[in-house]
């Protein structure tokens, strides 16, 4: 087959396409974050997240999430169809501001971690994660 | 409701007054996530459970909102504080409006 204008425009269009894909995911990524801290800087200390770097079964990856003072913790996976995973909120009688669970990744991506500590300012982690195979039953 | 979920959970007998004390806590079941489909190719609804609470003598430990990407069989563990003998109240709520709970008291040495 012999490739003619035509194809090679549609070619370039797919391609951009998939270029620009990612960053749609990201903007929705984005627009949790701004609803979750009402559009405050993020520091980029304060809030630990521990997850592997390489995790053979996406359906059930270990994660955990420390931020001392924290009140809330937002997780969210950046590359899974919906990026939102857990919101932690702490008690007044949480005995640390440390949550463990087990997430799903739909491949490899970043884990994000967003900390709302009590004095009012927001923290951030991430932290990639390889995923051998994928968490979505595709 | 969901057929055959049922709740786990790990806390100590006894702890001394003032303690951080470790809790675990495992619930069967599927966490259908809406994202898969069966074999017709039709997608499976999503069916999770969406928020889990931890309660200690009526006042709140934690309060997790959760979303189809937590795995099936949800898992946490968090620490409590134990400021007096009294019992933990776990619940978990499910999608479909049921919900689940597990009681487990503590005493103080």
New interface residues.
């Given amino acids: 087959m012999s490739l003619t204008r035509r194809d090679t425009f549609g070619l370039a269009l797919g391609a951009m396409a998939l270029t620009v894909l990612p960053f749609r995911a990201n903007a929705s990524v984005d627009d949790l974050i701004a609803e979750f801290t009402g559009g405050a800087d993020l520091a980029d200390s304060g809030v630990d997240l521990t997850a592997p770097e390489i995790a053979e079964n996406g359906n059930t990856v270990p994660i955990s999430v420390d931020a001392p003072g924290a009140s809330e913790i937002l997780v969210l996976a950046a590359g899974n169809p919906t990026p939102a995973v857990a919101t932690f909120a702490f008690g007044p009688l949480a005995g640390s501001r440390m949550a463990s669970t087990r997430i799903r990744l739909a491949g490899t991506q970043e884990v994000i971690a967003v900390a709302k500590l009590e004095d009012g300012t927001f923290a951030r982690a991430a932290k990639t994660v390889k995923v051998t195979i994928g968490g979505c039953g595709g | 409701m969901a057929s055959g979920v049922k709740p786990r959970v790990k806390v100590p007998k006894s702890a001394s007054a003032g303690e951080?004390?470790?809790l675990k806590t495992l619930i069967s079941h599927p966490m259908e996530?809406g994202?898969?489909?069966d074999k017709d190719g039709s997608l499976i609804p999503r069916s999770i459970i969406n928020r889990f609470t931890c309660?200690?003598n009526g006042?709140?430990?934690?309060?997790?909102?959760?979303?189809?990407?937590?795995?099936?069989n949800?898992?946490?563990?968090?620490?409590?504080?134990?400021?007096e003998a009294g019992e933990f109240t776990f619940t978990w709520y499910d999608d479909d409006g049921s919900t689940y709970t597990d009681t487990k008291p503590i005493e103080i040495v």
């Fill in positions: 951080v004390v470790t996530s994202q898969r489909k309660d200690f006042q709140n430990v934690i309060d997790v909102k959760m979303e189809p990407a937590i795995s099936t949800p898992y946490f563990e968090f620490e409590a504080l134990v400021p």
